[in-house]
């Protein structure tokens, strides 16, 4: 979770993304945002986030990002 953190930060650091739960539905991570964020994930974390992955309820928080990362993983 860590590694994620950083990686969050450094994407949008003027985001608090560990009290944050609304990233998308608030318009805090835009398209582009979301596909930098999708990129660095599968480089980061070694994982592939198939299309239907790609939606709000995955994305709105950094433990929602997380449990997807996990998620995955265990699929693989």
Do not use: C, H, Y
């Not at 560990?18 to 991570?29: A, F, Q, V, Y």
């Not at 999708?38 to 928080?61: H, K, R, T, W, Y």
């Amino acid at each position: 979770m860590e590694e994620l953190m950083e990686l969050l930060q450094a994407l949008k650091p003027e985001i608090d993304f560990e009290t944050e739960k609304e990233l998308i539905d608030d318009g805090l991570l835009e398209s582009f945002d979301v596909i930098t964020l999708i990129a660095e994930i599968e480089d980061q974390f070694g994982v592939e986030i198939p299309a239907e992955e790609i939606v709000p309820e995955n994305l709105n928080s950094a433990e929602g990002i997380w449990n997807l990362i996990q998620r995955i993983r265990e699929e693989e």
